[in-house]
């Protein structure tokens, strides 16, 4: 059974920074990433990163403001967010998947989410 629990999500002003974290109970799946689902909107693409390789890509709305790593040792994802704005407000999912084709369209395993507010 693969778990994927996120932390590191609260409430920050409009501008400031959050650091989100996954860690992976089993680390059987190449590509890791985020998702998030705003109030009334459907769930969306964030990042994603290549657990080997290292690559990476993001949603054209969080470009040169979020970051995605891992590090490998510790079975763990982040997810840098700088320079929030409101329309950042979200929960956000930590995701897995074999490839990054499947990952950006329809992870196969999915964290609870964690809540991320940005007030203006």
Known sequence: QVQ???S??????????LRLSCTISRRTFV??????QAPGKER?????????GGTTKYADSVKGRFTISRRNAESTMYLQMSSLIPDDTAVYFCVAANDLYALSRHPTYWGQGTQVTVSS
């Open 31 to 36: 590509a890791m990433g985020w998702f998030r």
């Open 44 to 52: 969306e693409f964030v990042a994603s990163i290549h657990w080997s």
């Open 8 to 17: 590191g999500g609260g409430l920050v002003q409009a501008g400031g920074s």
């Open 4 to 6: 994927l629990v996120e």
